[in-house]
């Protein structure tokens, strides 16, 4: 009964091979894509911070590329901080996932040909080992690689989040501490 079980198990476990490989590749790409993205974005931010200043500061228009959260602002003036809190967490949804999914999938794809390799130990077969191995160490290192690139690319935008969250909040307080400074003036 064991025994079975324990082949089952195997025959399972061997099954998931393929799938995770096509993951893995599949998020390869995303990650390059993601790259690509994040350089686009950081051209942009560099482009258009002189619009971005003014927005903040002097309430003016201009191309605000780049900068996501006072691109919603803009469009929506009556957008909460919790909204702005949430467009954040989406606009690094997909890069956090994939730097927390990428090492499971190589760690899956590593661990899945160690059985065979084992086997292959157990039967005196050199080019099974070598095989099972080349490719349970090569997938946890496009994993790693995946990861790391996605890890950088959503460190650096969480920080570019916060920071313009930082900066609408001063600007809404300034706004706000001017229209008070106003309105005492017209009383």
Sequence with gaps: MIRNLEELMY?????????????LAILFGYSLMASGAFACQAWQRRKNKTHYRNALNHNESGDLRGYPLVSLKRANAEVSRDELDVAALEEMEGVRTVSRLAPMLGLIATMVPMGPALKSLADGNIQGISENLIVAFSAVIFGLVIASITFWIASVK?????????????SVERQEKCSEVELREVA
């Design 11 to 23: 025959q399972i476990s061997d099954f998931f091979m393929a799938p995770v490989l096509i993951l």
């Design 158 to 170: 969480k920080r570019w989040l916060a920071a313009e969250l930082v900066a609408i909040s001063a």
